[in-house]
């Protein structure tokens, strides 16, 4: 339910492959990387129930976290707006199974809520990259 290696071909603190970004084009780019982000905003809002429900001690930091994510999003919205791009569906929280979501031991959530964040960061790089890249070579 997260992107995959498909969809972001990199590593948390790695470049983008040369041939990736000159495939990007900017109004298939914007629609790929709001959808991309609303899956991980699915996977940290989880995180922050979680760290709410269990007393975890990163509460504050995954509420920033997800705070910064929804501003990221109105951004990427507000350029699909204005370039008239189709926003099409919003991601649903249904990507995100019961069995991921309700996890009793501790050790699978800290896991499992490590996996979301570092994609996360992963997925945020990304955009960073790509933008650098259409910023340059856009005309």
């Known amino acids: 339910w997260l992107p995959s290696w498909k ?3 990199k590593h948390l603190h790695e470049s983008l492959e040369n041939g990736h970004l000159q495939k990007l ?6 629609s790929r ?10 996977g940290l809002e989880e995180v922050v129930i979680d760290q709410a429900l269990f007393d975890g001690e990163f509460i504050q930091e995954f509420n920033e976290a997800e705070y910064k ?16 791009i189709d926003i099409g569906h919003d991601v ?4 995100m199974k019961d069995d991921v979501r309700d996890i009793q031991d501790q050790s699978y959530r800290n896991l499992r809520d490590w996996y979301i ?23």
């Open 92 to 95: 649903s929280r249904d990507i």
């Open 69 to 84: 994510l929804k501003a990221v999003l109105c951004e990427l919205q507000m350029a699909m707006l204005e370039r008239d």
């Open 33 to 42: 990387m709001y959808n991309y982000l609303q899956r991980f905003a699915v």
């Open 25 to 30: 084009q900017l109004d298939t780019a914007l």
């Open 7 to 9: 969809d972001i071909p």
């Open 117 to 139: 964040y570092r994609d996360y960061m992963n997925g945020l790089e990304y955009v960073i990259h790509a933008f650098d890249h259409l910023k340059k070579h856009h005309h």
